[in-house]
């Protein structure tokens, strides 16, 4: 068999494994086994959240039940590297953004990298002030705004907690090592 084929074989075996999982996971989600779907579903349990039962609300995904932003609104991220960007909507913001990401990154280029489903740092942002500060630079909204590293390393709640707005748990902490990377 040819070097290509034999490649092509082995993805679709690889493919037919993950859409089983991503079966499994659709299952107890009750969504899509997308990374943003899957990150609502785990904010949702660990940081007690209740999300929208529709999930196209524009620029909320639910509220805070619990705590000291109980009733205060959130969108959540998860990306797969904290690049320093983050989707936003121009004119409708969150009182929160909760993002999830994996590691840093560090490549400009993707090639040879791999995108996790994994969470290494969580970050809480008030959602009127990094509009706000994005506004005031002339950064333009959508799905890579970018924003500055000051602002992510004040923002992290986890695993170091610089932002003091939400305070985690030693539960909430156990809960989100079994995300990290391997």
Not at 8 to 30: F, M, P
Not at 45 to 51: A, C, G, K, S, T
Not at 97 to 106: D, I, Q
Not at 153 to 173: F, K
Request: glycine share 10%.
């Amino acid at each position: 068999m040819e070097p290509s084929k034999d490649l092509t074989i082995h993805i679709a075996q690889l493919l037919r494994e993950r859409n089983n999982i991503d079966r499994q996971i659709s299952k107890v989600i009750g969504r899509p086994a997308t990374q943003g779907h899957i990150g609502e579903f785990i904010a949702s349990r660990i940081f007690d959240i209740e999300l929208m039962s529709r999930a196209n609300n524009r620029a909320i995904d639910g509220f805070f039940r619990s705590g000291a932003i109980a009733g205060k609104s959130v969108d959540v991220k998860m990306y797969g590297k904290q690049e320093g960007i983050l989707a936003l909507n121009e004119g409708v913001q969150p009182d929160y953004f909760l993002v999830m990401t994996g590691p840093k990154a560090v490549a400009m280029s993707s090639k040879g990298t791999v995108r996790l489903c994994v969470i290494e740092h969580v970050y809480l942002f008030d959602g009127k002030a990094i509009a706000a500060d994005l506004g005031s630079r002339g950064v333009r909204f959508g799905v890579a705004a970018s924003v500055k590293g000051a602002l992510w390393e004040a923002a992290e709640i986890y695993p170091s907690p610089r932002n003091a707005t939400l305070v985690l748990s030693q539960e909430q902490h156990s809960l989100l090592q079994l995300f990290c990377g391997e």
